[in-house]
């Protein structure tokens, strides 16, 4: 019973590590990525006491991306 227990941990760790690597290549006639890189300053929405909330893009076409900046302890971090 312990052999099979440990023979069956040890494929599934295995077919766990071989599903981690990719194992393709991206496509020679693949599509490029033609958008526009946003330059423009990040607008301060709301600051809290361990982060502050940022917005990004143009909201004249309504694409706008949050933009989150936390700092302190992990725990400080979940809580802003």
Same mark, same amino acid.
């Given at each position: 019973?312990?052999?099979?227990?440990?023979?069956?941990?040890?494929?599934?760790?295995?077919?766990?590590?071989?599903? /981690?690597?990719? *194992?393709?290549?991206?496509?020679?006639? #693949? $599509?490029?990525?033609?958008?526009?890189?946003? !330059?423009?300053?990040? %607008?301060?929405?709301? /600051?809290?006491? *361990?982060?502050?909330?940022?917005?990004? #893009? $143009?909201?004249?076409?309504?694409?706008?991306? !949050?933009?989150?900046? %936390?700092?302190?302890?992990?725990?400080?971090?979940?809580?802003?």
């Amino acid at each position: 019973m312990k052999l099979v227990t440990i023979l069956v941990l040890i494929f599934s760790l295995l077919q766990e590590s071989y599903q /981690t690597h990719c *194992n393709s290549h991206p496509l020679p006639a #693949g $599509n490029s990525n033609s958008a526009p890189i946003w !330059d423009d300053e990040p %607008v301060l929405i709301k /600051t809290v006491k *361990n982060g502050k909330l940022y917005q990004v #893009g $143009n909201k004249a076409y309504n694409n706008t991306i !949050d933009l989150l900046h %936390v700092y302190g302890t992990m725990y400080e971090m979940g809580e802003a």
